[in-house]
């Protein structure tokens, strides 16, 4: 059965997410990219095929600023015409009953969601802490380990510079003012744990399981935060957004303070796509009855990305000197591979560079969901909104690590330059970011791929030796032991 936002159905009543994402991508070529989009219609193996042409949005979009930003729109445009409101789960009749995706911008909520405050009885954090390896960096420490990650290439020089800056003024951690909306609260990546410890205050949003909510209140009873949960007069905690947009926006916009929605939903295939675009809808809701509202996002560094020069001249440095013996092994790899194992990951003078770090195991519905995230936040900033988006880096989270085949590459990522961080150190350097950016908004750059790539935390995939997918099944098989371990 299927329930919520989905998407269409056919006369058969089943629900394709091939045909959507291929129509998609399409879409969002057509205008700029006529060529693009005819091969995207003609592409006759999308789950295996996909990875060229989300590298072509990226391409494509490089021409001008005004291309970029058409192609978001675009994009964004296709997803809300094809995706619908499903109410009578599957089956041949189901496509009479779906409903325009678009009716839940003005839709009444069934249920009302009331506010629970879960006041936080710790101290608020007077500094900015960050747990690494079993280690709680602070002051000369932390900046010590910032400039460590530049020289290392796992993250942007800007990043370690909005860290620092953030350090530099600890007023900020509270995010005062601010009333930040998590969505998927309990994910391992989100900002929840670290805003709590801040002292700032957090609106919860996630699925009624009582697990899930008996974890979350418990970190905010520990921290200094103010936790705001919904409650519906049942006593039943948490929401289902694929299913109840109209009922988290309206319990949202009462909520006091600057609202800033952040989306840290995750979810397993098709289903990806689908809260995704529950999040999207809900943050156009709450963007247009309330215009002041931020949006907040995490990009994943397995996707394709524009880079700035300096991070294409890290890479060639880095593949030029690498050892001996990794120019003895890497030659025959490449010959029997067909150039396919071990190649360099840019030309030599490529400005921007595109770093491609696509992961095809990952599949087609997971690059359309991120790209869903990354186009919101180009039109949104287009539209002088205030936008916090930031590349986070690969991280041991549970969701991650149940893939043998990525747990296996991430133990063995570390030979290739490359640092997989465990959600601690990664959701306090990622919130930290965030307060930045509520405090001192960056200005929109001159064209929207040096936004993407600001302040990026990679963990080396963009400055590493070889492009990322060439050396993936080597380092699947290097560290096939320790993750099997």
Known sequence: ??????????????????????????????????????????????????VVHFRRLVEAGLATPEAWVRIARDGLDAVHQRMVVADDGDGPDTAAADRPLASLLDAAPTRVLHTEEVRGEGAAATELVVPYRGRELRGDALRDQLADWVVRGVMEPSAAEAVAEVAAHPGWLRAEGHTVVVLGAGAEMGPLAPLLRWGATVAAV????????????????????????????????????????????????????????????????ATHVRVTVAADVLGARLVRNRPDTALAFLATPTDVFAVPRAAVEASTDAYVERGRTA???????????????????????????????????????????????????????????????????????????????????????????????????????????????????????????????????????????????????????????????
């Open 1 to 50: 059965m299927t329930h919520g936002i989905s998407f269409p159905a056919r006369p058969d009543g089943r629900r394709s997410t091939t045909e959507v994402g291929r129509e998609v991508v399409a879409a969002a070529l057509r205008a700029v990219d006529p060529a693009g989009a005819l091969g995207v219609e003609q592409e006759t193996a999308w789950r295996s095929g996909y």
């Open 206 to 269: 996630d699925l009624p399981r009582e697990a899930v909510w008996e974890r979350v209140r418990a970190t905010a009873t520990r921290a200094a935060g103010r936790l705001l949960v919904p409650v519906d007069d049942a006593g039943v905690t948490g929401a289902d957004l694929l299913a109840e947009v109209p009922e988290v926006a309206t319990w949202v916009e009462g909520l006091d303070g600057r609202l800033v929605v952040g989306n840290y939903l995750y979810a397993d295939g």
């Open 327 to 485: 120019k003895v092994v890497g030659r025959p790899l490449r010959w029997v591979s067909r150039g396919q194992l071990l190649h360099r990951a840019y030309p030599p003078a490529a400005d921007p560079g595109i770093g491609d770090s696509l992961v095809p195991v990952q599949g087609p519905n997971y690059a359309l969901a991120k790209r869903i995230q990354r186009w919101r936040a180009t039109t949104a900033l287009a539209d002088g909104g205030l936008v916090s988006f930031h590349v986070a880096p690969s991280t041991r989270t549970r969701s991650v690590l149940k893939n043998r085949a990525l747990a296996a590459a991430f133990a063995g990522a570390h030979r290739f330059g490359v640092e997989v961080f465990e959600p601690a150190t990664a959701n306090t350097l990622m919130a930290a970011l965030l307060v930045r950016d509520l405090a001192r908004p960056p200005a929109p750059r001159a064209h929207p791929w040096q936004d993407e790539a600001a302040a990026a935390v990679h963990g080396g995939l963009w400055r590493a030796a070889y492009e990322p997918r060439s050396a993936l099944g080597l380092a699947a098989v290097l560290g096939y032991g320790s993750a099997r371990g």
